[in-house]
């Protein structure tokens, strides 16, 4: 069973997105355990992701539509060129660059996202790492309606 924010009633106001990178063939379990993870460092639950993000290289990863479809939440792919302006925030890797035109995936992903959908994005941290996946969650200021 997933935690959810009624476990932490003060983490309920928090909205944060997930970029996430993952290996092909990684399993929706593997996902679903390094996501919780990553917002149990925090003390945040599934109830506070807002959106999923990855690099369009990942389109056609199963695992990650199921995540999207487990949480019900919108999963949102990114072009190389469109992570750009987050890459200076992040390390990179050569392995990462050959492999999907980026330097770096899971942050670049989830700052790109929390642009996105609103102002003063900004990682919660550094990036986490299983063995075939890596998630990095960022935070954002809602703009006014």
């Known amino acids: 069973m997933l935690p959810t924010t009624s476990d932490h009633p003060s ?3 928090i909205q944060v997105v997930a970029g996430l990178g993952c290996r092909r ?3 929706l379990d593997e996902l679903i355990d390094l996501l919780i993870h990553s917002l149990a460092q925090h003390e ?3 109830d506070n992701i807002v959106g999923l993000a990855s690099i369009a290289h990942k389109r056609d990863e199963a695992s990650l539509h199921e995540l999207a479809e487990h949480l019900a939440l ?4 990114f072009a190389p060129e469109q992570l750009s ?6 390390a990179g890797n050569a392995l990462t660059q050959a492999a999907t035109g980026s330097p770096a995936v899971a942050e670049p992903c989830a700052l790109a996202l929390a642009a996105r959908m609103g ?3 900004c990682l919660l941290g550094e990036k986490n790492r299983s063995a075939s996946a890596t998630c990095a969650l960022a935070t954002f200021d809602r703009e006014p309606a």
């Open 25 to 27: 063939g990684c399993s």
């Open 44 to 46: 945040l639950t599934v």
């Open 11 to 13: 983490a309920s106001s």
């Open 119 to 121: 102002a003063s994005p």
């Open 74 to 77: 919108e999963l949102v792919f």
């Open 85 to 90: 302006p987050y890459q200076a925030l992040t």
